[in-house]
């Protein structure tokens, strides 16, 4: 249960106690900015397309009755981005999660599985992974350069060659690759109990990659409301924990990691946990960043308690913190979230969610516009 947890306790006692010592009191309403990342791997398993298929289309089918009822603080219904790894492509399942992105309920951006890469051919492959999602008409541009951009989910969570034995990677200065080819910012973390997990935890931070030292992101800059950093890369974090309401054994804490499984949904209690992590841009500690994961074409995740357990999470995010005075929810994809830290970067006020497209600007949206346009 606690398999490599040496790499951040200290971290996570460290925050703890300064959490308890500054105790400062935070302007109400604390908005709270809600992200699901999915690793969407619904070729699992090296199945047949036509099975990838019919994942596709019963968690399309079953996810669609889920959000119904749900809304955020702005009527958004809960919004879903989709990490799609390039290396098990297939154009049929990529169209019609692009399909159900077109409704206004998700975008889709870049996962990659890859082992004993060098920085060349792995920037190849994420230069043809822009290419095949830009023909499809999904990631983003940058308002300002027309650069086409996409957020970065690692496979096997070896981001940075951050595995001992330096297998699923092999690049050390990923980052930098990741960078240049247009990544504005990697959601891989949290990976525990996994040895690629940083000693940084429930941060917002920039990170370099340096040619000779793998897991260079293992400590970084924190992004800072009114104090821009030339960083090569920002890494968004999850919430990272000791859950001292499960444990093993009736004594041991379980690890909490933000990951939604069949096997452990999110209850009240966990998204309580996540919400205490605080994960904010420094000097901007109203605005709480809220990403968690899961995987959610597996057959156990496709399941129909599954998306009953998601339901209850909506409903409960809804009831306890959207009540408009002391909390605000906004749901968010990704990219949105990244252009709401960049707003709290540059010392942007007011409500959050008037900065959705800040920095970049979806593909999709021409679509969403035109379709406004004609109805």
């Known amino acids: ?6 790499i951040w306790l200290n971290s996570y006692i460290f925050q703890k106690i300064e959490m308890i010592i500054k105790k400062s009191k935070i302007n109400k309403p604390i908005h709270i900015m809600f992200c699901i990342v999915d690793h969407f791997e619904p070729r699992v398993g090296k199945v047949s397309v036509e099975k990838e298929i019919e994942r596709v289309d019963n968690w399309i089918e079953k996810y ?18 989709f990490f799609y790894p390039i290396d098990e492509y297939t154009s049929q399942a990529v169209e019609k999660i692009v399909e159900f992105c077109k409704k206004g309920f998700g975008e889709i951006e870049v996962h990659l599985h890859h082992d004993k890469d060098t920085s060349d051919s792995l920037k190849k492959k994420l230069e043809y992974a822009k290419q095949i999602f830009f023909e499809h008409g999904v990631l983003s541009k940058d308002k300002y350069t027309q650069q086409i951009k996409y957020g970065f989910i690692h496979g096997n969570w070896a981001l940075c060659n951050s595995r001992r ?26 990976s525990a109990p996994s040895e690629t997990q940083t000693k940084k935890i429930n941060s917002i931070y920039y990170a370099k990659g340096i ?41 041991i804490p379980s690890i909490e990691n933000g990951e939604i499984t069949l096997n452990n949904p999110p209850t009240k209690n966990r998204v309580d946990l996540w919400v205490d992590q605080k994960i904010s841009v420094k000097g901007r500690p109203e605005w709480i960043f809220l990403k968690i994961h899961t995987h959610g074409a597996n057959n156990n995740n496709l399941k129909k308690e599954f998306f009953l357990n998601l339901d209850k999470m909506f409903s ?37 969610g008037q ?6 600007v979806s593909m999709l949206k021409n679509y969403q516009e035109s379709k406004n346009e004609n109805e």
């Not at 249960?1 to 040496?6: D, G, I, R």
């Not at 669609?64 to 981005?81: A, V």
């Not at 900065?355 to 970049?360: F, Q, T």
């Open 1 to 6: 249960m606690f398999k490599n947890v040496h």
């Open 64 to 81: 669609s009755m889920t959000i119904k009822n749900h809304k955020d603080y702005e009527s958004n219904r809960p919004k879903y981005t």
């Open 165 to 190: 034995d330096g297998k699923w990677c092999g690049v050390n200065n990923e980052l930098k690759v990741l960078s240049e080819t247009g990544c504005y910012a990697d959601f891989t973390l949290p």
């Open 211 to 251: 040619s000779n030292r793998p897991k260079s992101h293992n400590t970084g800059v924190d992004v800072e409301s009114g104090c821009e950093y030339d960083g090569e890369l920002m890494i968004v974090q999850g919430p990272l924990a000791l859950n001292f309401k499960k444990r093993k054994f009736g004594i």
């Open 316 to 352: 409960y995010l809804e009831d306890k913190y959207n009540d408009g005075v002391n909390y605000k929810l906004h749901y968010v994809t990704a990219r949105e979230m990244f252009n709401i830290i960049k707003a709290a970067e540059a010392g942007e006020n007011g409500e959050p």
């Open 355 to 360: 900065y959705k497209d800040y920095k970049l």
